[in-house]
T-cell receptor, first 116, second 110 residues
């Protein structure tokens, strides 16, 4: 069973540019959530999608957005990049109703974004 | 807003020692998740708890809902257990994503 796939693994962008990150969930998982990890703030919840609809959103500015496609693959977009957006971006897939079982969330390896 | 506090922030121990990592949260939750993150960033789910205790190999996780506290124990620790351990709380209904602790950086010396 393939795991959660995130692409690209590494990315370097310039301030002001925009970036799109991709996450392919485990087959059969319909929920995808996104997280930002920085040394200062640790892991923070960005948003969660289920059946192409955003179910919940963390406390991030509108420059951070996402979407989910009919095959459950998800993308997140960051516009007008700032130096502080440099971080590891992780996604996790889950199946609603099973999020409370052990291993209910499966994480991807992340995309390391560097903004220069 | 749920606050999740972990302690200790850093822990260095000798191989074979019994390890305890603590996690406290401020509001009621539906479940608590223990994660392990190795250098390079990959995160592995260890346990999801809503009550009581779970055991997997040398790892034991407990949760006390009334006291809003959970612990992760490692018995007979080994250098390969060196990693960052993170607890994450799921609010009621599971629709609010995860709220994470800052993590505990564990180093097991041979």
């Amino acid at each position: 069973k393939a795991g959660v796939t995130q692409t690209p693994r590494y990315l370097i962008k310039t301030r002001g540019q925009q970036v799109t990150l991709s996450c392919s969930p485990i087959s059969g998982h319909r929920s995808v959530s996104w997280y930002q990890q920085t040394p200062g703030q640790g892991l923070q919840f960005l948003f969660e999608y289920f059946s192409e609809t955003q179910r919940n959103k963390g406390n991030f500015p509108g420059r951070f957005s996402g979407r989910q496609f009919s095959n459950s693959r998800s993308e997140m977009n960051v516009s007008t990049l700032e130096l502080g957006d440099s971080a590891l971006y992780l996604c996790a897939s889950s199946q609603p109703g099973q999020q409370q079982i052990s291993h209910g969330y499966t994480f991807g390896s992340g995309t390391r974004l560097t903004v220069v | 807003k749920n606050e999740v506090e972990q302690s200790p922030q850093n822990l260095t121990a000798q191989e074979g020692e019994f390890i305890t990592i603590n996690c406290s949260y401020s509001v009621g939750i539906s479940a608590l998740h223990w994660l392990q993150q190795h250098p390079g960033g990959g995160i592995v789910s260890l346990f999801m708890l809503s009550s009581g205790k779970k055991k997997h190999g040398r790892l034991i996780a407990t949760i006390n809902i009334q006291e809003k506290h959970s612990s992760l124990h490692i018995t007979a620790s080994h250098p390969r257990d060196s990693a960052v351990y993170i607890c994450a709380a799921i609010a009621g209904g599971g629709a609010d994503g995860l709220t994470f602790g800052k993590g505990t950086h564990l180093i097991i010396q041979p």
